[in-house]
Nanobody, 126 residues
């Protein structure tokens, strides 16, 4: 069993900053790509930021220059630093990771398992 737990959401004024964290736990051999998604009320879930195991990153155009994704592989944790927040950034933010799990002590290579966190709410007031 593996799980992702997010933290760091909350209420912030426009122009402010928040830092989200997401930590994976359980029978983990390694973690491949890690992502942050968000879903605003009445909208589809969208990819916000992506980071590979090697540290390469990609961002949605709407957050480029304002958000930074990073990871600490030793802690199985991915972060999302959000600066210059706007009301339109209001959403539930979800962590997603592709995890190579240990099953009876054996890594499930070359397969990985897609795991989602429970989400954390970010509200940006104008």
């Amino acid at each position: 069993q593996v799980q992702l737990v997010e933290s760091g959401g909350g209420l912030v004024q426009a122009g402010g900053s928040l830092r989200l964290s997401c930590t994976a736990s359980g029978s983990i051999f390694s973690i491949n790509d890690m992502d942050w998604y968000r879903q605003a009320p009445g909208k589809q879930r969208e990819l916000v930021a992506h980071i590979t195991s090697g540290g390469s990153t990609n961002y949605a155009d709407s957050v480029k220059g304002r958000f930074t994704i990073s990871r600490d592989n030793a802690k199985n944790t991915v972060y999302l630093q959000m600066n210059s927040l706007k009301p339109e950034d209001t959403a539930v933010y979800y962590c997603n990771a592709h995890i190579v799990v240990l099953e009876s002590g054996i890594a499930s290579l070359p397969f990985d398992r897609e795991v989602w966190g429970q989400g954390t709410l970010v509200t940006v007031s104008s």
